[in-house]
């Protein structure tokens, strides 16, 4: 009894997915392990790592599953396949929660995905006498219905099963207080709204480090597609960027610097990002009309004109997208 009281308190995060793309799960283990005072560990599928001061925080423990892949078995029927994939995984977390892991306090558990991460997570944690906790990011059944159908018997199936376990846990956080007022309405789960605050470590880059990151990432942007790029105008001089310079070793912003758009996505079809495509024309267009300009305007002189420092009303636009999904082909070639 005595070992039991003076144990420190423990949490398991648990993702089944990539935790170095899940920032909101990073920072539960962060405010977990600095906050709470709790020893943490991170159960999840490989992939991208973590941000640093996840991997350098003595408390916080990261265990790496490995993702189950079935390219071997293709001739196995969609569905067929989808069962023993989810039955795999079922295992592996059972494994890894109650053998690999020390006896936590809580469990808290990202969805989607609902499953078989719900249930297992609910098993372990009665087996281990936790509480389980839930934070609701989107509902599993909505985003499998955008490749199946919302009236697909497979949506069908794992809308129950990720209503029936949903409501099984102890508690729930959700990001968005329409979510809060969804799970209570239609689904009996009263979910505490958490939105998401940024750490310490997220904080506005300095002039020398947006030059500095400009500069390494100058010949990986500079290949022009096309003529009116923000980068088809070749910069010999190495203290220059597109947004920056360095002159007599202080950095400055450049006044006909581009509009810098930066966005991450796991690019699912959940993620239109054809809208922001839309937008990007409109605002073309709208500029366009605005100026007078034609389309038959002479696009060398704009660029000469850009290169020799001169100043316009609107910005050009400069967008950073990280991909990572199936539909970065599509998006592309848009």
């Not at 605005?290 to 400069?318: A, C, H, V």
């Amino acid at each position: 009894m005595a070992e039991e009281a003076g144990r420190r308190r423990r949490a398991a995060v648990v993702v089944l997915g990539d935790i170095g793309r899940s920032p909101r799960m990073q920072y539960h283990s962060l405010s977990l392990a600095n906050q709470a005072g709790m020893e943490v560990d991170i159960v999840a599928n490989g992939g991208s790592d973590p941000h640093l001061s996840l991997r350098e925080n003595p408390s916080i423990h990261i265990h790496e599953m490995k993702s189950v892949q079935l390219s071997g078995i293709s001739k196995i029927s969609g569905a067929l396949a989808l069962l023993l994939k989810a039955a795999i995984q079922f295992i592996l977390l059972i494994w890894f929660l109650c053998f690999k892991i020390p006896r936590p306090d809580v469990f808290v558990v990202q969805n989607p995905p609902s499953v078989p991460t719900l249930a297992a997570v609910k098993l372990v944690s009665w087996l281990r006498g936790a509480k389980f906790i839930v934070d609701w990011h989107n509902f599993g059944y909505t985003l499998l219905g955008l490749s199946h159908g919302r009236s697909h018997v497979i949506v069908k199936v794992y809308f129950w099963f990720e209503k029936h376990f949903g409501r099984m846990a102890d508690g729930a956080f959700c990001v968005t207080k329409a979510m809060q007022h969804e799970l209570a309405q239609n689904w009996g789960i009263k979910a505490t709204v958490l939105y998401d605050h940024s750490p310490e470590f997220f904080h506005p880059a300095s002039l020398t480090e947006k030059h500095e990151l400009f500069c390494r990432l100058g010949r990986s942007i500079c290949s022009a597609m096309g003529s009116a790029d923000c980068f088809s105008v070749e910069v010999e001089d190495e203290n220059t960027t597109a947004l920056t310079s360095k002159i007599d070793g202080g950095v400055l912003l450049k006044p006909n610097r581009p509009a810098l758009v930066v966005s991450s996505t796991s690019w699912t079809p959940d993620e239109d990002f054809s809208i922001l495509l839309e937008a990007a024309l409109m605002y073309d267009r709208r500029v366009a009309a605005t100026l007078g300009e034609e389309d038959s305007m002479d696009e060398g002189q704009l660029w000469i004109d850009i290169k020799n420092g001169k100043q316009f009303d609107y910005p050009r636009l400069l967008f950073i997208i990280t991909v990572k999904g199936l539909i970065e082909i599509n998006m592309r070639s848009k």
